[in-house]
């Protein structure tokens, strides 16, 4: 999954927390709804404008986050 193309930051926008493009939305709000356990499908439907590919961006980038692969992104 190349989440880049999903996810970025944008210092005028919540503060430059990481988002999906063109949301308000942060990516930690798709990542919390998935560690208390709620479906891949589910997330789309409580947030309006994201779809699938927004979810597997989230856990790509978490992924690579995790492994130290992520760079600071830039707007």
């Known amino acids: ?40 499908a589910d997330i789309p439907r409580q947030y309006p404008g994201l779809r699938a590919e927004h979810v597997r961006a989230a856990l790509g980038y978490a992924a690579d986050l995790a492994r130290g692969r992520v760079a600071p992104l830039s707007a």
């Open 1 to 40: 999954m190349e989440w880049r193309q999903y996810i970025t930051t944008d210092p005028n926008i919540l503060h430059g927390a990481i988002c999906f493009v063109g949301t308000r939305i942060p990516v930690t709000a798709v990542l919390d709804n998935l560690a208390d356990g709620a479906a891949h």
